[in-house]
């Protein structure tokens, strides 16, 4: 994709490569992928299993380093961060959202919302205020002290769309964030994320559903390692 000198970017990938060794043979997950992320964009990510979207999804994230290629997140060379520094940068940088919703059972909303306040230590009087700010965004305000269990999976989802904005990231991850949902409650997290991403964050969403990235402005497409297509609505 072509862009002009004065397009901000959240991210770019170059050439970049990711190799895992299995049983004594090396696998090629990722094979010079390539392509920019402009600041505000709305990406889906889409292939067939086994084609390298999980992968490309973890190193977007810092959750992992590539064998080979760049990429910069907001001007930094990942692979030249130290690994406080990757833990720092997805904390405070990037916000995770999972089609299992990884939320702890035994906590509320309120304090799932702020479990990464907490392991960061800025869980101070403003910063709750901020999670009861974002319960109300997502449209949970009256659960605050329900648990998970009493939760329906939609509702259990934007809990986890909120822990993912208590640190107020510019970049969100979705990983097959309506995987687990029904067609009505996946057009109520859709709306929900497009409301996010005209409020200028940028989001990267994979999914296996096409009428889900119908909805972004621009899907990938990979297979086998590499990127098929690219394509913005």
Same mark, same amino acid.
């Given at each position: ?11 770019? &990938?170059?050439? /970049?490569?990711? =190799?895992?060794?299995?049983? !004594?043979? @090396? ?9 920019? &992320? ?25 959750? =992992?380093? +590539? ?20 833990? %720092? ?7 995770? $959202?999972?089609?299992?919703?990884? /939320? ?11 479990? +990464?306040?907490?392991? *960061? !230590? ?10 009861? %700010?974002?319960?109300?965004? $997502?449209?949970?305000? *009256?659960? /605050?002290?329900?648990? +998970? ?14 822990? *993912? ?20 409650? @996946?057009?109520?997290?859709? %709306? ?7 409020? !200028? ?8 559903? +096409?009428? $889900? ?7 990938? &497409?990979?297979? =086998? ?9």
């Amino acid at each position: 994709m072509t862009l002009s000198a004065e397009t901000t970017l959240a991210a770019s &990938v170059h050439e /970049l490569c990711k =190799d895992y060794v299995l049983s !004594g043979e @090396t696998v090629r997950a990722l094979r010079g992928v390539s392509f920019d &992320v402009p600041q505000g964009d709305y990406i889906s990510i889409m292939g067939a299993s086994g084609s390298g979207k999980s992968t490309l999804l973890n190193l977007l994230g810092c959750l =992992d380093r +590539p064998t080979a290629g760049k990429y910069l997140l907001g001007g930094d060379d990942v692979a030249t961060l130290s690994d406080d520094r990757l833990a %720092e940068t997805r904390a405070r940088r990037i916000g995770f $959202v999972f089609q299992s919703y990884n /939320l702890l059972p035994a906590l509320s909303v309120a304090e799932n919302i702020q479990v +990464p306040l907490y392991y *960061s !230590g800025q869980l101070t009087v403003e910063a709750r205020e901020r999670c009861l %700010e974002l319960a109300a965004l $997502v449209g949970l305000e *009256s659960r /605050l002290r329900h648990r +998970p269990a009493e939760l329906s999976g939609g509702q259990q989802q934007r809990v986890a769309i909120a822990r *993912s904005l208590v640190n107020n990231p510019r970049f969100i991850l979705a990983d097959e964030p309506t995987g687990n949902l029904d067609s009505s409650t @996946t057009a109520e997290i859709l %709306e929900l994320l497009a409301t996010l991403n005209a409020e !200028g964050r940028t989001i990267i969403l994979v999914t296996h559903e +096409p009428d $889900v990235a119908e909805h972004t402005k621009r899907t990938l &497409v990979l297979r =086998d390692g590499l990127l098929l297509s690219d394509k913005r609505r």
